[in-house]
């Protein structure tokens, strides 16, 4: 079976996450015959990683994650080209500006015969904080590119049921599928290690060396659904602790908004945004506490590793949240926008050490008995 994914952006986020896990898995032996392609916004990094494993892959220079109608009519040339130089049986459509593009593709001017399109969702877009127009735009745009799709995949239960209240129905099916992990494929530093590469990237960034009790961290891109100020604003509650700092590890668009805010609050001591290495997750052992306090998730890549490496974690009801989350028992659910909750649980976990030890294990407990790989393949292989 052919099978051509097309991603709008290359670089290593949630979405792309997925794919890179998924080919990873579908490339042993003989089933597949697999080709990768992404717009070219985003750095390469996928692309990068998917070459390195020994798979095809393309680069579509006029895909753009922002519309632009002289992009996307050339993009939707450049598609349609690359699917009858590669000749698929699935095309497999990843995030919304690739799925509507590239479902155009195969439909005009005429629909290319016996080609089955399966289309991936990590978050509806118009679930992202824009104005009303641009959400009800692209909530029409999911409902009419819906009847070009066989199938549609989305990873939570709240996805899901959105897509049947607006009628995004696809010809066939849609289906929810989580995403999964192979918990013994984490390339966890220990502690000490972690922390000691930490400080020596702070150090390098800030020209500043020190050790600290207590980290909470969050690894997330900087974009604006990530809502990275609530991070901040929940720091400010441990301003006078001086045992404890906030860390951030990520790149992206609202870094200069972040980095006025925590100087705006005094916060210089105790909040750093550090770049993000290859391998983020090997740093998340560093962390005594990981929080997501994101506005729009679908089902969260950096929480679903958090709960594999044992960390307590917090995250802000979105998407998944309360899918992989039973508060209390694996974790806490927090109301987004809410850093006063955040930050009343961060307290609660650092005033009881066996409650923070309990967190972490029923966490990594939850992820091999719900959230694995396998599971996750088996699932998208049953559709193809």
Known sequence: MRILFIITQSEFGGAQRFIFNLVNKLRV??????????????????????????????????????????????????????????????????????????????????????????????????????????????????????????????????????????????????VLVHNGIDPYKINLLTKEEARLKLFEKISRQWGKVFQVKRIVGTIANL??????????ETADYFKKDEDTIFVIIGEGQE???????????????????????????????????????????????SLLEAMTAKLPVISTDVGAAKEMIEDGKNGFVVEARKPEQIAARIKEIFDNSRLQQELGIQAHQTVLFKFSLDKMVSQIESLL
Request: aromatic residues 12%; hydrophobic residues 40%; positive net charge.
């Open 29 to 174: 032996g003989p089933k597949y015959e697999i080709t990768v392609a992404t717009g070219s916004d985003g750095g390469g990094n996928l692309l990068k990683s998917v070459q390195n494993i020994g798979l095809p892959i393309h680069e579509i220079k006029h895909l753009k994650r922002n519309i632009s109608i002289g992009h996307d009519i050339l993009a939707i040339f450049e598609i349609r080209n690359l699917i009858h130089e590669t000749k698929p049986d699935v095309l497999f459509l990843n995030s919304s500006k690739a799925g509507f593009i590239g479902a155009l593709a195969a439909k005009f001017p005429m629909r290319i015969k016996n080609l089955k399109i399966v289309y991936r969702i990590g978050g509806w877009t118009f679930n992202d904080p824009w104005p009303n127009w641009k959400k009800k735009m692209w909530a029409i745009l999911e409902r009419i590119s819906a009847r070009w799709k066989d199938y549609i995949i989305v990873n939570c239960k709240s996805d899901y049921d959105q897509a049947h209240k607006l009628k995004i129905r696809p010809r066939n099916k849609l």
């Open 223 to 232: 974009y604006p659904v990530k809502a990275l100020e609530y991070f901040v």
């Open 255 to 301: 870094y200069e908004r972040l980095q006025s805010l925590i100087k705006t609050k005094g916060l210089e001591k105790s909040v750093f945004i550090i770049s993000q290495p290859t391998e983020a997750s090997q740093l998340l052992s560093a962390f005594d506490v990981f929080v997501l306090v994101s506005i729009k998730e679908g089902f969260s890549w």
